[in-house]
């Protein structure tokens, strides 16, 4: 039995041994294999269809004080791209955001040398198939040996193929302090690649300079065989993206670029990355290139080098970025949406809700009719104020919404109809629906024209007032040519009309409506109070705008249409009563008119009417700023009522006046009651066809400025005075 045993134990042993072998090996290769089991230097991946991406280390082993580069690596699925530092005419840069232990720093994200990435009829840039951004990490000199040293990331990123999808991921590194530091060859290996093919420093600079609607980047030195030139500027407001860049080559190579239709140029020089193939290898340099003087004054209409200071713009929820086209459209309707809301036009559209209450239990055709009448006047009105936008632009003027409100004879004529408009709802004589689509007359063919001219009086009433998104729709239409422009009144012009078009097609609303009886002539007469109200503020308009003169020369026009009106109710008879009467008040006209024009005279640029705030201007900005000081400039008119309600709710509260004071803050108002030619390019600079604007520039020379929402409360305020006062310059890093 025994002597059995002792024959198969050998065989059976071995057979075994080779089992358990195998079992080790595949446990093992598995272990190399699998993602949990992923060494320090690299973290866990986040997935999706489009792109996997995950936080690479150089070190395993970090040494106190030392710096050392980690990596976000990005693998894109085909056809799939993300974004460069400026992604040209669409998209989003990777952003990440780090979580570090305490004392440790990290850099800015180093770009490589993006592609120019074509989706019909634009161009981004940024990277396919692979992309790998190194960041560098320093170790705080107090780090202890045997601690851990964790690195946690934020990333977000945008990741487009016909369609662009929005993703993020968190990231960790955990990583150890050591006496030395220990390398992950691999990982150091991919990261010095990637570093070593950053743009390195151009040995040359460039020279850029204006040839009509072309920029001409002179390359003295570029290699004499270098060819597919592509100039990547990092701003994203200098070129048109799409457009082609053409080489003349020779002694002194020019690569011609077409000039954005948003073109700002706020610095003597222009930074980017100029890549190109020489020898069949593709290289990339990290060019400067000086602006030519020129060029600042004739292509940008800025001042000399250095006098007015740069500006960025920053996401605020009213006001984004640079638009595009459907962007534009899109921010106009929803800002003629809720321009409706606005105090200087929801009197008129309750006058229109009132007509409709007249018709709309007798005749809904009549009522749908009404509406499009309405619709008609605005698009009329809206589409008069762009040509007039658009031609005294192009005579080079320099004119934005509400520019007809400059001019104080303009003023006081509306002051008089607001007032005529009053005594009218009050019963004090009747005009018809002529003016505003009111009393018997509604349904025959003054009803028809009063609807028209209701909506033609909303616009007008409406010019004083921005609402929320207009302000960067109307900056992109007037930098446009006339038909894009033009459509982009028409999107703001469909979203006013909106509200009151929609009630009228609305069957169910308008049974709403009570039916007609007393309460409509008493509400007719509650509303000739906001009418008379906005007549006083537009006479106090004037007031600012010429002083007292214009005050005397307003209330003699509203006189003189008073008489005018009883004039023509008195003379109402006989042909020889009838031809006096308009003798005596085309007389009466006239007088008042020439009176009105002699004495509305604009006086110089209206003075800062607080005591503690300073008048505005380019030079007063940049010295304030040389001396380390942070400023708020208050872009704002006296006929702008978004602009009087956010000094009155924000700008004039305590605590925004405490903060003010205890950051060292200089308040400046830019007012452009009167026309400012200065204030006017200034606002274009900004993307701005109009007031409100408001710049927070930072305590530093030459400082980027912060654009604040064209709506305010206090916490905005404050929140942006702390960051002018304190904040880190932003760079931008292009090579290691």
């Not at 009404?370 to 080079?396: E, K, N, P, Y």
């Not at 709403?512 to 537009?538: C, D, E, H, N, S």
């Amino acid at each position: 039995m025994f002597e059995g045993c002792d024959g198969m134990m050998p065989r059976d042993f071995i057979s075994r041994l080779r089992a358990g072998a195998a079992l080790a090996v595949a446990v093992c290769a598995l272990a190399l294999l699998t993602p949990a089991g992923a060494k320090a230097a690299e973290s866990a991946a986040v997935t999706s269809p489009r792109v996997t991406a995950t936080l690479l280390s150089s070190r395993d082993t970090v040494a106190p004080g030392e710096r050392f580069h980690v990596a976000l690596v990005q693998k894109l699925a085909p056809h799939w791209h993300t974004y460069w530092l400026n992604p040209g005419d669409s998209g989003e840069p990777t952003r990440i955001e780090w979580e570090l232990p305490a004392g440790a720093k990290a850099g800015e994200i180093q770009w490589p040398a993006p592609t120019a990435i074509r989706v019909e009829p634009l161009v981004n840039f940024g990277f396919e198939d692979m992309a790998l951004l190194p960041v560098e990490i320093t170790v705080p000199q107090d780090a202890k040996p045997g601690e851990s040293f964790a690195l946690k990331a934020n990333a977000s990123w945008l990741v487009c193929e016909k369609i662009c999808i929005p993703e993020e991921g968190s990231f960790t590194l955990d990583l150890t302090v050591g006496d030395a530091s220990v390398a992950d060859q691999a990982a150091q290996d991919r990261i010095d690649a990637a570093l070593a093919a950053l743009p390195k420093p151009a040995p040359f600079r460039g020279r850029l300079g204006a040839e009509g609607d072309k920029l001409a980047l002179l390359l003295a030195g570029l290699p004499a065989v270098a060819t597919e030139l592509r100039f990547f500027p990092v701003s994203d407001m200098l070129i048109e993206h799409a457009a082609d860049q053409r080489l003349a080559a020779g002694e002194k190579p020019v690569l011609t670029l077409t000039r954005s239709s948003a073109f700002k140029l706020q610095q003597p020089e222009v930074t980017g990355v100029l890549t190109y193939r020489e020898g069949g290898e593709r290289r990339a340099v990290a060019l400067v290139a000086d602006a030519d003087p020129a060029l600042l004054t004739a292509a940008s209409g800025a001042a000399a080098p250095g006098a007015r200071p740069a500006v960025v713009r920053i996401p605020v929820p009213s006001d984004g970025a640079d638009l595009t086209l459907w962007a534009a459209l899109g921010f106009a309707f929803l800002g003629g949406l809720i321009l409706n809301l606005m105090p200087c036009v929801l009197p008129v559209l309750f006058i229109k809700a009132l007509g409709f209450a007249q018709v709309a239990h007798a005749n809904r055709s009549e009522a749908r009719e009404q509406g499009l009448l309405f619709l008609s006047g605005v698009l009329v009105t809206f589409m008069a104020l762009a040509a007039l936008v658009i031609g005294l632009g192009a005579l080079g003027a320099q004119v934005g919404w509400g520019f007809q409100l400059q001019s104080p004879p303009l003023v006081i004529a509306l002051a008089v109809v607001m007032v005529l408009i009053g005594l009218n709802l009050i019963g004090a004589f009747e005009i018809g629906g002529s003016v505003v689509g009111l009393g018997s007359g509604l349904a025959g063919r003054n009803g028809r024209l009063g609807a028209f001219m209701t909506g033609a009086l909303a616009v007008v009433v409406a010019t004083p007032c921005t609402a929320p998104f207009m302000g960067a729709a109307m900056g992109y239409a007037v930098t446009q040519v006339p038909a894009v422009a033009l459509s982009v009144f028409m999107a703001l012009a469909l979203g006013f009309a909106l509200p009151v078009v929609a009630l009228s097609f609305a069957p169910a609303l308008l049974r709403l409506l009570p039916k007609p009886g007393r309460w409509m002539l008493v509400l007719r007469q509650a509303f000739a109070f906001p009418m008379f109200a906005t007549a006083i503020w537009l006479i106090w308009v004037a007031s600012v705008q010429t002083g007292p003169q214009g005050v005397l020369a307003a209330l003699v026009a509203v006189l003189a249409a008073g008489f005018v009106v009883w004039l023509i109710g008195v003379t109402r008879g006989s042909l020889p009563r009838r031809i006096f009467g308009s003798v005596l008040a085309a007389l009466v006209v006239l007088g008042a008119g020439w009176f009105t024009v002699q004495n509305a005279v604009p006086g110089a640029t209206t003075e800062a009417r607080a005591g503690d705030v300073g008048v505005w201007s380019p030079e007063r900005v940049a010295a304030l700023q040389a001396e380390g000081k942070p400023v708020f400039v208050n872009f704002t008119a006296a006929w702008c009522i978004t602009c009087l309600a956010n000094e009155r709710i924000a700008l004039s509260r305590d605590e925004v006046k405490e903060s003010f004071a205890k950051l060292g803050v200089v308040y400046l108002k830019a007012d452009w009651t009167n026309r400012d030619s200065r204030i006017a390019q200034a606002l274009s600079e900004q993307g701005r066809a109009g007031v409100p604007l408001y710049l927070f520039y930072p305590g530093r020379k030459e400082g980027q400025a912060e654009i604040l929402p064209q709506i305010l409360t206090p916490d905005i305020v404050i929140a942006a005075a702390a960051r002018a006062a304190g904040r880190e310059a932003k760079t931008a890093a292009l090579a290691p």
